[in-house]
């Protein structure tokens, strides 16, 4: 067989368990939306029995051998040609993938798609004891799964690496260190700050059906594409690129408040454009038809969030749109009422609803705890003693029920621990990128003023989206930016949003 034969074969099988795996993608939303409580046992059934076929399928002998033949091929001499970086990825991933026993596969599945349904119960009635056994099953399994891989230093790095390729525990520590000074010294400054905005503006009557047509006239305006995808409602908001035309963003609304539904709305969209704009028609099924990592996914999310749409520009354009609809609530209210509104720094229990100022210290203390479960040095029943110490630590406040404090988050509960670090690199990365299309294009406020979105998807899509794969994160960024991650920028912007707003 020729090395083309034997790359053709490959990328054919890849494009087969893409479209499997692509299914469980679906079931998973609807589980998500619309699938009955009472189905939750089947559903895990049906999930476990496609995660079992995904993993036989891809770790099949066969598969090894093609990628073998490839790589001994001048196929590779260029490192970032689509070819050799789908074969560099899927030598990366056949290697993680044939360490895990397709049983333990299968059970994690299982297992966690059953915990994610007692989760849901143990947060509706903020009851830790209905969750606490899954939990424990969970992080016997994980710490299962990163001894399969092996790792160096602690178990922790086996996971890590799924969700941010090459990131180490280390690395991220590091980061924090020198982020977590410069925020607590950023907090200060606003707790003593003269000026303080009026977030009542946002916590008025918000009617939900027209919320959901703003947040909609926003993501259309993103360039979010509703022939090729679809915003629905559901507990913990997510978005999941399925497939070629077909990309789900979700939110949930809150009455009583705009900004949850309105910023997770830019969030998901921010998610939903990446997974659009990457080449799937050309490369659906291969590493070059895939994101990169959860923190260059995270980065796209949180720039329309917060450099956007928490931008005073943003809303010199969308705030008339918005007195229009919501006529009580936002009459007379000025542009820099509202800015400083949407930007207030508060502590608060719920990390999707953070402000930017605090909400990377939400990822240290859930960072923390998960190094803790995984080293087996915190019990998985001392998790809302601990959580809730560590809160008021470094918040300043008490936590007044575990819905409110360790129930808050889907992770644990679906098996995404060494998940949360991603959120941080993704608001660095966010920062970094956002830097660096604003000297591409200077007049980007002025576009945004008059509420034109798209010349930043096009740089977004131009720039990170159309690469798939073809580099990892820390290439990605230098390449871009022609620097490596950096967490100044980030500091930079918010100790400018926030001197302006507080008057420090
Ligand atoms: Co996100």
Not at 395 to 411: R, T, Y
Request: hydrophobic share 35%.
């Amino acid at each position: 067989m020729s090395a083309q034969a034997s790359y053709d074969e490959l990328v054919k099988r890849c494009k087969e368990i893409t479209l499997l795996s692509s299914t469980s993608s679906i079931l998973y939303w609807d589980q998500h939306t619309f699938m009955p409580a009472g189905a939750a046992a089947f559903r895990a059934d049906q999930m476990s029995l496609l995660s079992k076929l995904v993993h036989t399928q891809f770790t099949d002998p066969k598969v090894g051998e093609l990628i073998s033949d490839c790589e001994q091929s001048d196929l590779v001499n260029d490192a970032v040609s689509p070819e050799a970086a789908n074969i560099r990825e899927l030598r990366w991933q056949y290697d993680k993938q044939t360490k895990l026993p397709a049983d333990l596969v299968e059970e994690i599945t299982k297992i966690t798609t059953l915990a994610n349904q007692h989760w849901v119960d143990a947060r509706a009635k903020s009851d830790f004891k209905i969750f606490l056994p899954w939990l424990e099953k969970v992080i016997a399994l994980e710490k299962k799964k990163a001894d399969a891989y092996g790792y160096e230093g602690e178990p922790y790095n086996a996971l890590l690496d799924d969700y941010e390729p090459g990131a180490t525990v280390d690395d991220v520590v590091e980061v924090f260190k020198n982020l977590r000074n410069e925020l607590v010294e950023l907090l200060q400054k606003i707790k003593n700050a003269p000026k303080k905005p009026d977030v009542s503006i946002v916590e008025r009557e918000y009617d939900v059906k027209l919320q959901k047509i703003f947040g909609e006239s926003v993501a259309a305006a993103m360039g979010f594409d509703f022939n090729t995808g679809r915003l629905d409602t559901t507990t913990h908001p997510f978005c999941t690129g399925i497939g070629i035309g077909d990309t789900r963003i979700l939110t949930r609304y809150n009455p009583n408040r705009l900004n949850d539904a309105l910023f997770g709305t830019m969030h998901e969209a921010g998610h939903g454009l990446y997974e659009s704009g990457i080449d799937k028609a050309t490369h659906f099924g291969t590493p070059m038809g895939e994101s990169v990592s959860l923190g260059i996914h995270e980065s796209q999310s949180r720039m329309w969030e917060n450099q956007v749409g928490r931008s005073k520009p943003f809303w010199k354009y969308f705030l008339p749109q918005a007195q229009r609809l919501f006529r009580k609530s936002l009459a007379g209210v000025s542009l820099d009422d509202f800015y400083g509104a949407i930007n207030n720094v508060t502590p608060s229990y719920i990390r999707v609803e953070a402000d930017e100022a605090t909400y990377n210290l939400h990822i240290l203390l859930r960072f923390e705890l998960e190094r803790a479960l995984l080293t087996g040095d915190l019990k998985p029943a001392d998790v809302p003693g601990e959580w809730n110490s560590r809160f008021k630590k470094y918040f300043g406040i008490e936590v007044d029920k575990d819905a409110n404090g360790c129930l808050q988050d889907v992770h644990w509960s679906a098996g995404l621990v060494g998940y949360f670090p991603t959120y941080t690199l993704g608001n660095l990365y966010s920062a970094c990128f956002f830097d660096k299309a604003r000297q591409d294009m200077p007049d980007l406020d002025q576009q945004f003023e008059r509420g034109e979105l798209l010349n930043l998807r096009e740089w977004l899509r131009n720039n990170i989206h159309v690469h798939g794969q073809r580099y990892r994160a820390g290439d990605l960024c230098k390449k871009v930016t022609g620097k490596p991650l950096d967490y100044k920028p980030l500091i930079d912007y918010m100790t400018a949003k926030y001197s302006e707003i507080y008057g420090f």
